[in-house]
Every structure is written in structure tokens, then in C-alpha cells.
């Protein structure tokens, strides 16, 4: 098994189970209300989606009720939560957990956490793949030097995550003033924390063959 590929994998569909069960939690405070549209927001009034640092949580759903979105949305997200801790290493675990973030998105669960989800099973597809004779830009010495960062490119994504979430808390103006920085940062960190986890896997992979 590719190790740091599965933490990689299991860190993002975590944070991809908790991250649409916020939306849904929000989606049952509604109450048993009307939707009204495919696309709708997850936190509604008094929140405006303009000055608010996380837009009110926007989310799509083909169901038409605020209550009863959110608890399908919470029911999958603890279905992803335990699929990514139990069974995501499996032969088609990863395919069953691409299909569960699929539905995460129909039923209410916003746009980032399914996205994250996917990539998840992405990553996850490659766990038992055999990785020593792959050719390609992570098989030279860039890829040893990738190899050799890992695990703090993981670190530093779940931290970057609690810290980004905790100044949207407590200073969301703050957030809202930084703009796209914060994506652009959060995405930096989540790149490097795959590529080093291949790189490490491949890199003990071909040291043992």
C-alpha cells in the first residue's frame, strides 16, 4: 500500500465530510422551508452573500426543502467520514467514495467540499498502484527532493485550514480584505502535499524493488 498517498487521500475526504456537513447543519437551522431554487445558500438571512467570508455557504440541491436537504447532506457526510476511514483502501473504495461526493454536491453540500471529495478519490485510486517504474517529472531529482519534504506539506495544509477558518470566524472582514489569497494559498499547500506524497511512495517503492 502507498501510505503517504492514502493519508493524502484520507486527509481530503475528511475535510471534505465535515466541510458539507457544516453546509447541511446550516441547511436544518433553516427549518422546513421551501428552497425555492436549485441553487441556494446554506446559511440564510440575515446573511448576505457580499459581505459575508464564506458567501453564506452557496450550494445546489434537487431537493425542495432547507430540512430535509440538510439531513440527506448530513447523512452522507458521515457515509464519506466512514468510508474514508474504513474501507477507502479497498479495491474500488475510492470510486465508491467519488460517487458519494457526486451525490454530496446534488443533495446540498456546496461546491468545495464534493470538489475535494473527487479529488480525493482521485488520489485514492492510485493506493495499490504499483508506483517504482513510472517514468516522468516526479522519477528525477526534483522528485527526491519532494520526497524528502514530506509529511510537512501535510502539516502545513490541515494547520493553513484551521488557521484560515479560525480568522473567518473571528475577523471575517479580515478575510473578505484578503481577496483570493487565501485560495490561492490553500491550493498551493494542497498541490505540494500530493506531489510530495507520490513522490515519497514512489521513492520507497523503488528503494525497496
Known amino acids: 500500500m502507498n501510505r503517504a498517498i492514502r493519508t493524502v487521500s484520507t486527509v481530503l475526504g475528511l475535510y471534505a465530510g465535515l466541510l458539507g456537513m457544516a453546509h447541511g447543519v446550516f441547511e436544518v437551522r433553516q427549518g422546513s422551508l421551501p428552497t425555492g431554487s436549485i441553487l441556494i445558500a446554506a446559511i440564510g438571512a440575515p446573511c448576505q452573500m457580499e459581505s459575508a467570508w464564506h458567501a453564506c455557504f452557496p450550494a445546489m440541491t434537487l431537493v425542495p426543502n432547507f430540512l430535509l436537504a440538510g439531513i440527506l447532506t448530513l447523512i452522507i457526510g458521515v457515509a464519506i467520514l466512514v468510508w474514508v476511514a474504513a474501507f477507502l483502501q479497498h479495491e474500488r473504495g475510492w470510486l465508491v467514495l467519488i460517487l458519494l ?109
Not at 471575517?172 to 491550493?187: A, D, F, R, S
Open 101 to 209: 461526493s457526486i451525490g454530496f454536491m446534488l443533495i446540498g453540500a456546496g461546491f468545495t467540499p464534493p470538489t475535494l471529495g473527487v479529488l480525493a478519490g482521485a488520489v485514492g485510486s492510485q493506493i495499490n498502484r504499483p508506483l517504482a517504474e513510472r517514468k516522468g517529472l516526479l522519477s528525477d531529482k526534483f522528485g527526491l527532493f519532494l520526497s524528502e519534504l514530506w509529511p510537512w506539506p501535510l502539516v502545513v495544509y490541515v494547520g493553513w485550514l484551521i488557521f484560515q477558518t479560525s480568522l473567518g470566524i473571528f475577523a471575517g472582514e479580515v478575510m473578505l480584505k484578503l481577496g483570493m489569497m487565501p485560495l490561492l494559498i490553500t491550493n498551493t499547500f494542497l498541490l505540494l502535499m500530493i506531489l510530495t506524497g507520490f513522490s515519497v511512495d514512489r521513492h520507497l517503492a523503488q528503494s525497496a524493488s
